[in-house]
């Protein structure tokens, strides 16, 4: 492939505006604040998995807190009924002595459901803070959260503002560039790293960044001025400027 050497060194400005590019993507898509961002996400559900817990344990206890509070009111309510039956005097001796027995029982058995209720109430009472707890990791996690997605939109929307600014030139280079010689710089960049064409500087190859022996150094000193060169160990077109000590 020929093509003028203005053109071939005009390659050099489109790879340098590609290469900016490219850092600028690369900046943009790895941002601290990402990782950032993935462990804030961790956490989140950590946070969430603990609320949830908690959540759950309050719904158990605030169930089991009605059932001993409904087993206690079962048995007031029956002591009641007895009482108020012996307080009438009616029935015989028998009826009354067996009444005042199961009113000791019911005392007694009311007594160890209002332990098992005072019990529960206080389980409860540390079920809501640690509830309470719960809900606050988790407002504190998402308020870094959403400081984080904030910090990360910013900082994205400067790169992208930079990315704009440092490829606007790009279309009018193209534009200006010998298609073929475009066609060739694009296949190389896509499969050489981002790199489709390098300066030969003092007789290295900035793409692969080694010395070219002296054989080929001959060899480029032969080719005519306007032949498109590719370095022998990267394949990049190699483009030469009055740095390339020939």
């Not at 009111?73 to 002595?97: I, N």
């Given at each position: 492939m020929k093509a003028d050497p203005r053109d071939q060194q005009r390659l050099l400005d489109l790879q340098q505006i590609d290469t900016i590019a490219a850092q600028l993507e690369r900046q943009r898509s790895h941002l601290p604040v990402l990782a950032k961002l993935d462990e804030l996400a961790q956490a989140r559900m950590h946070a969430q998995d603990a609320v949830v817990t908690a959540e759950t344990e309050q719904g158990d206890l605030e169930r089991e807190l009605a059932k001993a509070e409904a087993d206690v009111q079962l048995v007031r309510d029956r002591a009641a009924r007895d009482q108020a039956h012996l307080d009438s005097g009616k029935g015989t001796a028998k009826e009354l002595t067996s009444l005042q027995h199961e009113l000791a029982s019911l005392t007694r058995r009311q007594a160890d459901l209002e332990e098992i209720e005072i019990e529960v109430m206080e389980r409860l009472e540390t079920a809501e803070a640690?509830?309470?707890?719960?809900?606050?990791?988790?407002?504190?996690?998402?308020?870094?959260?959403?400081?984080?997605?904030?910090?990360?939109?910013?900082?994205?929307?400067?790169?992208?503002?930079?990315?704009?600014?440092?490829?606007?030139?790009?279309?009018?280079?193209?534009?200006?560039?010998?298609?073929?010689?475009?066609?060739?710089?694009?296949?190389?960049?896509?499969?050489?790293?981002?790199?489709?064409?390098?300066?030969?500087?003092?007789?290295?190859?900035?793409?692969?960044?080694?010395?070219?022996?002296?054989?080929?150094?001959?060899?480029?000193?032969?080719a005519a001025p306007d032949e498109v060169l590719r370095c022998e160990e990267c394949s990049r077109i190699l483009v030469r400027t009055a740095e390339s000590g020939l």
């Amino acid at each position: 492939m020929k093509a003028d050497p203005r053109d071939q060194q005009r390659l050099l400005d489109l790879q340098q505006i590609d290469t900016i590019a490219a850092q600028l993507e690369r900046q943009r898509s790895h941002l601290p604040v990402l990782a950032k961002l993935d462990e804030l996400a961790q956490a989140r559900m950590h946070a969430q998995d603990a609320v949830v817990t908690a959540e759950t344990e309050q719904g158990d206890l605030e169930r089991e807190l009605a059932k001993a509070e409904a087993d206690v009111q079962l048995v007031r309510d029956r002591a009641a009924r007895d009482q108020a039956h012996l307080d009438s005097g009616k029935g015989t001796a028998k009826e009354l002595t067996s009444l005042q027995h199961e009113l000791a029982s019911l005392t007694r058995r009311q007594a160890d459901l209002e332990e098992i209720e005072i019990e529960v109430m206080e389980r409860l009472e540390t079920a809501e803070a640690a509830l309470t707890q719960a809900r606050s990791t988790l407002a504190a996690v998402d308020a870094d959260v959403a400081a984080a997605i904030a910090e990360r939109d910013e900082q994205a929307a400067d790169l992208t503002g930079r990315l704009a600014e440092a490829t606007a030139p790009r279309a009018t280079v193209v534009g200006e560039l010998p298609a073929d010689l475009v066609a060739l710089y694009e296949k190389l960049r896509a499969s050489h790293g981002g790199t489709g064409a390098a300066m030969l500087h003092a007789r290295r190859c900035l793409g692969c960044q080694l010395e070219l022996n002296n054989a080929d150094i001959a060899r480029i000193r032969a080719a005519a001025p306007d032949e498109v060169l590719r370095c022998e160990e990267c394949s990049r077109i190699l483009v030469r400027t009055a740095e390339s000590g020939l």
